[in-house]
């Protein structure tokens, strides 16, 4: 089934460790992104990728870094300069076009202790 | 600066009713938007878009309205169901032809819907 990845769902992590989440897409889709989520927030865009070997940052980039190598993989990692990282992360992918929906993955909860 | 902006927290409807979710956003450039809904611990789910060029687009319970002069939006469930209980998000973007960047959607908040049976 075609679909996109993220691993892993969940995640526990110290204060001042460096954590890569996950996200694969066999969906053949261009551009991928990672979002965060926090209650009362809604989703904030923290990188996106329309190509391999490309990426921009989004309105949360700090504390965040990305890799864009293949075309099916994209990367996030929380590093210990992210003030708040304690959230739900989404990653999420686009095939090309103006406009169309973007697909999510199902998520990765990152808890800090 | 919120540039997309769903005003209401949440929203309780009885089941057989219509639910309304309401959105607002500031930023001329968006043309293309997008409703999603999700439920706790898992990804957003596509639901609905409309173009700019429409006022409405309607996909079985789901129906879209668009006000560019007022620069709002709406989603109705009719009827609305128990499983439509979820937080639903509207989304916007540019697109190229409106001479926006990369394509990128911007979220509002969320509106968290109960449907009580």
């Known amino acids: 089934d075609g679909g996109i990845t993220q691993s892993p769902k969940y995640l526990f992590r110290k204060e001042g460790q460096n954590v890569t989440l996950s996200c694969e897409q066999n969906?053949?889709?261009?551009?991928m992104y990672w979002y965060r989520q926090d209650p009362g927030q809604g989703l904030r865009l923290i990188y996106y990728?329309?190509?391999?070997?490309?990426?921009q940052k989004g309105d949360i980039a700090e504390g965040y870094s990305v890799s864009r190598e293949k075309k099916e993989s994209f990367p996030l990692t929380v590093t210990s300069a992210q003030k708040n990282p304690t959230a739900f992360y989404l990653c999420?992918?686009?095939?090309?076009?103006?406009?169309?929906?973007?697909?999510f993955g199902e998520g990765s909860r990152l808890t800090v202790l | 600066d919120q540039q997309v902006k769903q005003n209401s927290p949440s929203l309780s409807v009885q089941e057989g009713r219509i639910s309304i979710l309401n959105c607002d956003y500031t930023?001329?450039?968006?043309?293309?938007f997008l409703w999603y809904k999700k439920y706790p611990a898992e990804g957003p789910t596509f639901l609905i878009s409309?173009?700019?060029?429409?006022d409405k687009n309607e996909d079985g319970r789901f129906t879209v309205f668009l006000n560019k002069s007022a620069k709002h939006l709406s989603l109705h469930i009719v009827p609305s169901q128990p499983g439509d209980s979820a937080v639903y998000f509207c989304?916007?973007?540019?697109?190229?032809?409106?001479?926006?960047?990369?394509?990128?959607?911007?979220f509002g908040k969320g509106t968290l819907l109960t449907v009580n049976p």
């Open positions: 999420a992918s686009k095939g090309l076009g103006n406009t169309g929906e973007l697909f």
């Open positions: 969906l053949n889709h261009d551009a």
């Open positions: 990728s329309q190509i391999v070997n490309d990426f």
């Open positions: 930023n001329s450039m968006f043309d293309y």
């Open positions: 409309i173009s700019s060029i429409k």
């Open positions: 989304a916007a973007s540019p697109s190229r032809s409106s001479g926006g960047s990369n394509y990128k959607l911007t």
